[in-house]
């Protein structure tokens, strides 16, 4: 597959594929995702046969560009540049993660969805236990700045719930390298979530359809997030993907997803 691109509105070159058939799908992954990883080779694989998949590369990912001084609102512009050009305007969009609230950000901005998918936007509701540091941002730069990309995903790793232990096995796999390349992005994610607060005058204005789904099995704090996005965005509704938690199974997500769309 040849990698296409499309520029953004301060001419960023953002790359994407585009594969599949059946309605256009805006695919925004969450931190560190990027087209060249197994992970979201396999995602693409999944959903392009329910699909006409968009998959892209996030600023500063994979074969994108990265203009700096980075901004969220260069984001929500990418967004926008790949819904008016390859999706052909008005699309569908399946986000996770923090990618999740990017794209309820780039809703809230205007860019014209047919539906959102949000996935698991890890807002924090309330100060559940297991909320970022205050510094977890000023954190990862000081680390990249330092050039300690193991360290930077690392510290990610162990703050989303990975134990230490588990955290040290991974670092001896390939796809360790993969997290090592775009470590430096991580700021990126951390400063869409904004101290993870939960953006509820945003979110109340919005006016895309969304669909805010939580995996059956993921914890009680993101269950929590999904439920609060599904109560505050008007109109929107409520999905459970069962047997799933945060790391989003393609193999059964895809059709469940088909389905949801089918059903209207």
Known sequence: MTTQYVTSKD????A???????????IVNGAMGFRGNAFARKFQAEFAKHFTVVDYDRRGRGESGDTLPYSVQREVEDIAA?????C???????????????ALEAAASGVPMKRL???????????PPDR???DFQRHLESLIAQGKRDEAVAYFMRTV???GFAVKIMRLFPFWKDLRAVAHTLPYDAAVMAGFDFPRHRLAALKVP???VAGEKTTPTLKRAVAEVAKTVPGAQHKVAPKMNHAVNAKRMAPLLRSWVDAG
């Not at 001419?11 to 953002?14: K, L, N, V, Y």
């Not at 998918?117 to 100060?127: D, H």
């Open 11 to 14: 001419g960023t070159r953002i």
């Open 16 to 26: 994407y594929d585009k594969v599949g058939s059946g309605p256009t799908l805006l």
């Open 82 to 86: 790949l819904v008016a050009g390859p």
């Open 88 to 102: 052909g305007g008005k699309c569908l969009v399946f986000a996770q993660s923090s990618g999740a609230a990017l």
């Open 117 to 127: 998918f949000a996935y698991e936007p890890p807002y924090m509701v309330g100060n």
């Open 132 to 134: 970022p540091a205050p």
């Open 161 to 163: 719930g990975v134990p």
């Open 210 to 212: 969304v669909v805010a």
